[in-house]
């Protein structure tokens, strides 16, 4: 596709070739474990990595080259790699580019199972880990030494929303000679251009906003040129693959990305500011609020905001009253994941997955994301439940 379209055009168009699958508007399912070669060649080309198609559907067939040229392309990336889940991409990426004895710096805020597998698989051959506080750049900066081999951000930080400054942590790692990767599932490749930012390898849990229906489980790796043959020999020795029908629906999801993630921007943010004003409430963690840690960074390098936010309540709630506030809820269900077209809350506990800051909040907090329904009934919603309590 040309270059000078806009996003909202290349969410619509990239990825598909109606042409070649008989005018059918959304490409078809290639449902695909033995793949036949036409000729002895084809069959040499494989055994060596130069057929320019898959040799074997664990490799990813047609359906995979779609959708990752389409979300190559959205985010700028030169390679794209789909996989079976958002943490399978993390770490795929981490294991491919780590060895023992690399300094591996990483943010205290990261989704919490990035953080376990560092600790329990990156440690155990020897990476050295160490994790940094998300709100100062110059303690970032300063923490790159000459060992540090990868630098793994995550911005905003899970559940607490901490915005780091991308530009100046991948210019202090690239003159240490560090890769930068970062979790860019919060923004998607709308909101935040990774690799305009100096980000080598960008990561997305497409289980998200790129599904955006709650119903598929996948991964996106998106890298640089130079980093993509590590990173796919990694992909293929761990033998996992995503499924076709998975790709499809995401070929779906992604076409509307755009419409839902603008929709959940604008909810996100009148119930943010309705919450900030809720006697209840001591603090709102919503990067577009000015008094969210990094909030001139977002402004500075971010084009929007999506529909996850957290917020602190002023008091301490019982466990009977978490309870009692959360099943008050009729609109806001509770469960894992995020991105759907449905609304969600969960508490927030974030004191035993953090090491380089203590999380020490004043009161009890919660994880909200902010789906398709109606802003003044997920206001009432919310107004209802908080009465509880
Ligand atoms: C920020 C972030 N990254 C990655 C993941 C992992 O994605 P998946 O659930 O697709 O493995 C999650 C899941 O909640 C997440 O919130």
Redesign the pocket.
């Known amino acids: 596709m040309s270059k000078t379209h806009h996003p909202e055009t290349t969410v619509v168009h990239a990825g598909r070739e109606p042409s070649k699958n008989g005018g059918a508007v959304n490409p078809p399912v290639y449902h695909a474990s033995t793949i036949i070669f036409d000729t002895y060649a084809e069959f040499v080309q494989a055994e060596n990595g130069t057929l320019d198609r898959a040799a074997y559907g664990r490799h990813g067939t047609q359906s995979n080259r779609l959708l990752e040229s389409a979300l190559a392309e959205l985010e700028g990336a030169p390679k794209c790699l789909l996989t079976a ?6 770490a795929i990426t981490l294991t491919a580019l780590l060895k023992p004895g690399d300094h591996l710096l990483m943010a205290d805020c ?2 919490s ?2 953080r376990f597998f560092a600790e329990q698989e990156l440690k155990r051959i020897g990476v050295n880990v160490e994790f940094y506080d998300p709100r100062t750049t110059k303690t970032i900066t300063d923490s790159i030494t000459d060992k540090t081999k990868l630098v793994y951000i ?1 911005s905003p930080g ?1 559940l607490t929303f901490e915005v780091q400054d991308i530009p100046a942590i991948a210019k202090a790692a690239h003159a240490k000679g560090a890769i930068v990767v970062i ?1 860019n ?2 923004a998607t490749p709308l909101f935040f251009k990774p690799f305009e930012n100096g980000v080598d390898v960008s ?6 906003y790129i599904g955006g229906h709650s119903d598929l ?3 996106v790796i998106n890298t640089t040129e130079k980093l993509y043959p590590a990173i796919k020999r990694s992909y293929k020795n761990f033998g996992i693959a995503c499924g076709p029908d998975d790709i499809y629906l995401a070929q779906r999801g992604l076409r509307t990305l755009t419409l839902r993630v603008k929709a959940q921007e604008k909810s996100a943010l009148e119930i943010a500011r309705w919450l900030k004003k809720h006697p209840a409430v001591s603090r709102v963690l919503h990067p577009a609020l000015p008094d969210c840690p990094g909030h001139e960074i977002w402004q500075r390098d971010y084009t929007g905001s999506t529909g996850l936010f957290s917020f602190i309540l002023k008091k301490h709630l019982s466990e009977k009253q978490t309870a009692a506030f959360v099943e008050a809820l009729k609109l806001f269900k509770m469960g ?3 991105g759907g077209y449905e609304s969600l809350l969960i508490p927030l506990e974030a004191k035993k997955i953090r090491s380089a800051v203590k999380w020490q909040p004043e009161g009890s907090g919660f994880r909200i994301f902010c789906g398709l329904e109606n802003i003044e009934d997920l206001k009432t919603d919310l107004e209802t439940a908080l009465a509880k309590i």
């Open positions: 889940s958002g943490l399978n991409a993390i990261v989704y199972p990035t995550e899970s979790d599932t919060w990561i997305h849990s497409a289980t998200k489980m996948m991964g894992y994941s995020w």
